[in-house]
């Protein structure tokens, strides 16, 4: 059929691209995402999410070798899932790629995955990332490749009374700052028209802005802001979130790990949220 995927984009990697990471680059992104934690602010080292920055020119090419063009437009950020091997710091050098790993196909549209690396100069690991697309609308009917690993919130948590409960506010400039911070131009964050023409209500926080106020909730409530304890970070994201919102993020120790979601109002903005943390 002509919308059908193409298979053979699977597990192709991108070319490599090359990322100088600065201090002020770092506190730009710190500032953009009113993280309060010291060590980001001074850019003394990366917020989690940041790790997204280095390698966003390595996000979308995947998908380019495996969905329609004419699919293209109904594609969504569905989930989000970091890896993190060491903190990124002032001074360094990533190389980043990435490959589409597969996609299954639903009801309601099909979610395809995206494996991203980043190493350092001397081909260590720094991070891995896992980006799920949700492809809206269109079903391919098949299962094929690999699907991101899982998070899923465990509902026997609601329970018991989170361990941590965090309020949080997004300016109504916040996508103006985040859109230069991160490099993401994407003008359904910027233009109102071009927003509501798309079928939202105007314009949207970009979901890894959203993610971002999430981590610093989680590094700050159960990890003592050290960034450096943060393993794994995982979302998926459940509603858009507008400017000028709240946001409240409610954190569950389960196990060895935390789960957590973020609501505005009685919506859940964030949903499935994993957190994996080193012991100090």
């Given at each position: 059929?002509?919308?059908?995927?193409?298979?053979?984009?699977?597990?192709?990697?991108?070319?490599?691209?090359?990322?100088?990471?600065?201090?002020?680059?770092?506190?730009?992104?710190?500032?953009?995402?009113?993280?309060?934690?010291?060590?980001?602010?001074?850019?003394?080292?990366?917020?989690?999410?940041?790790?997204?920055?280095?390698?966003?020119?390595?996000?979308?090419?995947?998908?380019?070798?495996?969905?329609?063009?004419?699919?293209?437009?109904?594609?969504?950020?569905?989930?989000?899932?970091?890896?993190?091997?060491?903190?990124?710091?002032?001074?360094?050098?990533?190389?980043?790629?990435?490959?589409?790993?597969?996609?299954?196909?639903?009801?309601?549209?099909?979610?395809?995955?995206?494996?991203?690396?980043?190493?350092?100069?001397?081909?260590?690991?720094?991070?891995?990332?896992?980006?799920?697309?949700?492809?809206?609308?269109?079903?391919?009917?098949?299962?094929?490749?690999?699907?991101?690993?899982?998070?899923?919130?465990?509902?026997?948590?609601?329970?018991?009374?989170?361990?941590?409960?965090?309020a949080?506010h997004?300016?109504d400039?916040?996508?103006?700052?985040?859109?230069?911070?991160?490099?993401?131009?994407?003008?359904?964050?910027?233009?109102?028209?071009?927003?509501?023409?798309?079928?939202?209500?105007?314009?949207?926080?970009?979901?890894?802005?959203?993610?971002?106020?999430?981590?610093?909730?989680?590094?700050?409530?159960?990890?003592?802001?050290?960034?450096s304890?943060?393993?794994?970070?995982?979302?998926?994201?459940?509603?858009?979130?507008?400017?000028?919102?709240?946001?409240?993020?409610?954190?569950?120790?389960?196990?060895?790990?935390?789960?957590?979601?973020?609501?505005?109002?009685?919506?859940?903005?964030?949903?499935?949220?994993?957190?994996e943390?080193?012991?100090?």
């Amino acid at each position: 059929m002509a919308d059908a995927f193409d298979k053979s984009g699977l597990d192709v990697w991108t070319e490599e691209t090359r990322f100088e990471v600065t201090r002020e680059r770092l506190a730009q992104y710190a500032a953009a995402t009113n993280d309060p934690i010291p060590a980001h602010a001074a850019g003394d080292v990366a917020s989690p999410v940041f790790a997204i920055v280095p390698v966003f020119q390595s996000l979308m090419e995947p998908a380019l070798d495996v969905v329609p063009l004419s699919l293209l437009g109904r594609i969504v950020h569905g989930e989000q899932d970091f890896r993190f091997h060491r903190p990124i710091r002032p001074g360094d050098t990533l190389v980043a790629r990435g490959k589409m790993t597969g996609w299954v196909g639903q009801e309601n549209g099909t979610a395809a995955t995206v494996y991203l690396e980043c190493r350092d100069g001397a081909g260590e690991l720094v991070n891995e990332q896992h980006v799920t697309f949700f492809v809206r609308g269109f079903d391919t009917g098949d299962t094929v490749g690999e699907a991101a690993p899982p998070h899923r919130f465990d509902e026997s948590l609601r329970a018991r009374d989170p361990v941590a409960t965090v309020a949080q506010h997004i300016d109504d400039d916040q996508t103006f700052r985040y859109g230069p911070a991160a490099g993401d131009p994407m003008p359904i964050h910027l233009d109102e028209q071009v927003a509501r023409d798309a079928g939202l209500p105007g314009i949207i926080a970009h979901g890894l802005c959203t993610m971002a106020f999430t981590s610093w909730a989680v590094l700050t409530e159960v990890a003592g802001s050290d960034v450096s304890r943060l393993k794994r970070l995982a979302v998926r994201f459940a509603k858009p979130v507008l400017p000028g919102q709240d946001l409240t993020t409610r954190i569950w120790r389960s196990g060895t790990h935390y789960a957590f979601e973020t609501t505005v109002g009685d919506t859940v903005v964030i949903k499935d949220g994993l957190a994996e943390i080193e012991e100090s």
